[in-house]
């Protein structure tokens, strides 16, 4: 399975486990409106309660661990950006962003542990309902993309 594609599943599952959310007691609020994109693709998958639960408790396990490491990145490139108005020396540079690199790197094997327990959860068929609007929501963004950036070359 070709990188760009597993990334695309990953972030497929994961947007329609986020969406898992309108399921939860009255008390909490949905991730996302209940008429978005995200939220129809995870009705066609027609997942059942006991599926639901299991992405749900999936996404709950890793949650306090998601953003703790996004907050250890974020300070890290705040540094990073700080050093870089200073006189620090290269070497420094270099390893500070070698940190970044390592923390960005150990947050995708977080996502990607995270995306292939969810799709375990998952049906083949529901799999491959998935992977299709997947397809379809890239394909529809490249082509909202193009036509707002088509007159962009022109303007210089």
């Known amino acids: 399975m070709k990188p760009k594609f597993l990334y695309l599943i990953c972030a497929g599952i994961g947007a329609i486990a986020i969406n898992l959310i309108p399921s939860l007691p009255a008390n909490s609020q949905p ?43 974020r300070t890290r490139q705040q540094e990073l950006r700080t050093m870089m108005d200073g006189n620090t020396p290269r070497e420094v540079l270099t390893e500070k962003f070698n940190q970044i690199q390592n923390l960005r790197r150990q947050n995708e094997q977080k996502r990607f542990g995270q995306m292939l327990a969810m799709r375990e959860v998952l049906t083949p068929q529901q799999r491959s309902q998935l992977s299709k609007a997947v397809r379809d929501a890239r394909r529809n963004w490249r082509e909202r993309r193009g036509r707002r950036f088509s007159g962009f070359d022109n303007e210089f």
Do not use: F, M, Y
């Not at 997942?47 to 709950?60: G, H, N, P």
């Open 31 to 73: 991730a996302v409106p209940p008429s978005s994109p995200s939220t129809n693709v995870l009705r066609s998958l027609n997942l059942s309660d006991v599926q639901k639960r299991q992405i749900q408790a999936i996404l709950e396990k890793g949650k306090d661990s998601r953003r703790a490491s996004s907050q250890e990145l």
